[in-house]
């Protein structure tokens, strides 16, 4: 508990500091003002949370957190758990979207077991951080211990502090997961903190047909029914309805909000863990850039509640960070805009006249 | 007028020859089926256009072309047109939003100038394809004659095809545009094509204040009034109301339909451009890829009217090409995913079970 209190602790608030000076520089710009939209708002963004002028994206990390789900057993996925664990395999042999997606950006994927099910094989690029083996079904009793819970999260702070340490620094970060069955609990934690009925908030996943979709809101339902968490006690939501993984990801929010670099928040899963870390400390929601409008049922949900909007809306559904590598290819290309475009006074280009 | 008829009669019909055979691959990859949403649908239409079933987009091209027009002396634009020679060559030197991004997305662009009111410096890297000084008033008259439309299609098909000549090939190109004003002959073809009022589809510019907007709404309405362009007539309606760097991007379009390669159209200029190409020739619109949802009003109506749906939708308002590099970005992450992911069989990971 110590660690996840220091780092909520060290999270700043990002108060504007630079916003004259990078709104003057960026009218500067060969280019009627505010003509390049959203570039120009996330490189805004961007100076504010690293507090660097003129930013550079050159240490881009996607952290990839897995963790098996107890209630995958009730059915609720069109997929059995084994495709947790050999997903990770296909991550670390780099050939899953992920690794297309990242290296297509020129991002480094981070790969760390948070709670997978069963024992994996070693390899020098998989971090362990097992706070257990898959949670218990969240239809049944709760999804771990309080203390579980806490473990999570201070995991996941870890496998961010050791990563930025190792690289001195890390310019930009993306969320990613994988867990078989893992929009359950996140449709479960939607419905209780933006208070939104379940079937609102509950899409069809990997894909799953009617019958299914219906067993698996009965599931969520049952669920909240059974466990009764408390909308206003984060870590209870997480412990009682949440994930290894989900709760990995709330600890790289918080890791990254309390060393002032901007996250791109992935799809549905880590929109849920962006609402459990916006619970735990408000302030993170200022790091936070959301990457794109999942198909996945109930995101818009998150964004209300959080007040984000999302930068790309392109019918992904496949979570492991795909949609953040994408947008952090867009946020990179915001950052050049403000950092490489010529000057009116540079170029001599006449300037709007009215 | 014969290099126009021979451009258009080599457009061939994309077929959906590989349709299976994409669809095949794609849901052979380790992700849920069609979990990478327009992604997929992307590559399936890359596939489609150049023939191969396993693309790679090296050779990316975006072709900026510039003109003036003699509508902005009825004082329709923020800029004077002396912008239009000064971002020109800041093109050249490298400093304008569109050199940052092309160089992003590891993009050419090739400057050409169809129509700009001046004798441009020359450079290296400039292309002379003037068709005449800027355009004369099209509040007054016609824009240019009949000739001089098809010569500026017939100077765009000769940029593309020179280049596509000097590499060897050209893998994806990218339409972008320069010239102070061009968004008024761009609403007025818009209006007249798609047959919507003219104040539906006349935006702001490059940020024009409410009288302006009025003065440029008249404007316009004159023009069509005066000119009376044939809807029907695609040469009639580019002639009467259009200008030397949108007939020259009509050429454009044409040529990378002829030669089978993916077109991605940036904004609102290039739509109005792609629009006339499709009255020239309905099959280019299998070759088009809309880059971006811009923020100028009436680019919706030319989606409505070509049954495109824009890819992107930041903001943006530069046109130059800068949605269409962000788009080409997109596009070969689309076509990685096809060409670089592991299959289920390759990974060892286990298929859906319903």
Same mark, same amino acid.
């Given at each position: ?86 997903? #990770? ?174 996250? #791109? ?90």
């Amino acid at each position: 508990m110590e660690k996840l209190r220091e780092t909520i602790g060290k999270i700043e608030s990002v108060d504007g500091t630079f916003e004259e000076k990078t709104q003057n520089r960026l009218d500067s710009l060969t280019k009627p003002q505010g003509s390049l939209g959203r570039l120009e708002e996330l490189a805004k963004q961007i100076v504010e949370i690293t507090g660097n002028e003129m930013p550079k994206l050159d240490r881009k990390v996607i952290f990839t957190l897995a963790g098996d789900h107890g209630v995958a057993s009730s059915g609720v996925s069109a997929y059995p758990k084994e495709v947790t664990p050999q997903m #990770v395999y296909n991550f670390l042999a780099g050939g899953a979207g992920i690794n297309v997606l990242a290296k297509h950006v020129g991002a480094e994927v981070v790969v760390a077991d948070l709670g997978v099910a069963c024992d994996l094989k070693a390899h020098p690029d998989l971090i362990i951080k097992k706070v257990n083996y898959g949670t218990k079904n969240i239809a049944e009793g709760a999804a771990m211990t309080k203390e579980e819970a806490v473990k999570s999260i201070e995991n996941g702070i870890g496998v961010f502090e050791e990563k930025f340490r190792a690289l001195g620094g890390i310019d930009i970060a993306g969320t990613g997961e994988m867990g078989i069955a893992n929009t359950t609990p996140s449709s479960a934690i939607v419905s209780v903190i933006t208070g939104k009925e379940v079937n609102m908030v509950t899409g069809r996943g990997t894909g799953i047909d009617d019958a299914r979709l219906q067993l698996k809101i009965k599931t969520i339902e049952k669920a909240i029914q059974i466990n009764k968490p408390d909308p206003d006690d984060a870590l209870d939501v997480l412990s009682k309805i949440g994930g290894f993984e989900i709760g990995g990801l709330v600890g790289i929010i918080l890791a990254a909000s309390s060393l002032r670099v901007p996250i #791109v928040i992935d799809g549905f899963i880590s929109s849920a863990a962006a609402l459990v870390a916006y619970k735990l400390e408000p302030k993170t929601r200022d790091y936070m850039i959301s990457a794109h409008f999942s198909v996945e049922r109930g995101h818009a949900a998150i964004f209300d509640y959080l007040g984000l909007k999302p930068l790309l809306d392109l019918n992904l559904r496949l979570g492991e960070g795909t949609g953040a590598a994408l947008a952090i290819g867009v946020a990179e290309a915001a950052v050049k805009i403000l950092t490489q475009m010529a000057t009116f006074d540079d170029a001599g280009v006449s300037k709007k006249q009215n």
